[in-house]
């Protein structure tokens, strides 16, 4: 029997809990909310809250080990995206941008090498942009299609 689709969301810093909720009830699928620290999720069947221990990297390892071909991954994290990606999962960014198998390696670099110029700087470059309407309607795209994709070939 195939395992059933399901949404994996490292929680802890994640813009768009409230869209994949919206988006999975939509579509009645479950959803596993990732963090190190309890967080308030929706009292519904199709959601629920896993709390790992506050060890580095705990949220990941959980998410790494529960994900496979019918899962989608929501997650900022390039390296959480690459394990992902290498358990079958289709992986997306909270911005609604795919990770995929051809993305992830230059996608590993550019991150070490951003972390190299940061190391060097003094003063900081700065954060990421601020997340934009843009961004969460590109997101519920991204994730509306992805499950339609992957109920497609189930």
Same mark, same amino acid.
């Given at each position: 029997?195939?395992?059933?689709?399901?949404?994996?969301?490292? /929680?802890?810093?994640?813009? +768009?809990?409230?869209?994949?909720?919206?988006?999975?009830? #939509?579509?009645?699928?479950?959803? $596993?909310?990732?963090?190190?620290? #309890?967080?308030? +999720?929706?009292?519904? +069947?199709?959601?629920?809250?896993?709390? +790992?221990?506050?060890?580095?990297?705990? @949220?990941?390892?959980?998410?790494?080990?529960? /994900?496979?071909?019918?899962?989608?991954?929501? =997650?900022?994290?390039?390296?959480?995206?690459? #394990?992902?990606?290498? @358990?079958?999962?289709?992986?997306?960014?909270?911005?609604?941008?795919?990770? =995929?198998?051809?993305?992830?390696?230059?996608?590993?670099? =550019?991150?070490?090498?951003?972390?190299?110029?940061?190391?060097?700087?003094?003063?900081?470059?700065?954060?990421?942009?601020?997340?934009? $309407?843009?961004?969460?309607?590109?997101?519920?795209?991204?994730?509306?299609? @992805?499950?339609?994709?992957? $109920?497609?070939?189930?």
């Amino acid at each position: 029997m195939p395992k059933a689709i399901q949404i994996l969301v490292d /929680a802890d810093a994640c813009p +768009v809990k409230d869209e994949i909720y919206r988006v999975a009830w #939509r579509h009645e699928v479950a959803v $596993k909310v990732v963090s190190n620290s #309890r967080l308030r +999720v929706p009292e519904h +069947v199709l959601i629920e809250r896993v709390v +790992v221990s506050d060890g580095f990297d705990a @949220a990941d390892d959980w998410i790494a080990e529960a /994900a496979n071909a019918q899962s989608i991954v929501v =997650t900022a994290d390039i390296l959480l995206a690459d #394990r992902a990606l290498k @358990a079958g999962a289709s992986v997306l960014g909270p911005n609604g941008k795919p990770f =995929t198998l051809a993305s992830i390696g230059p996608a590993i670099a =550019t991150r070490a090498i951003m972390a190299d110029l940061r190391s060097g700087m003094s003063d900081g470059m700065g954060g990421p942009p601020p997340f934009s $309407k843009a961004d969460r309607s590109q997101f519920l795209q991204a994730l509306d299609s @992805a499950l339609v994709r992957l $109920k497609r070939q189930a």
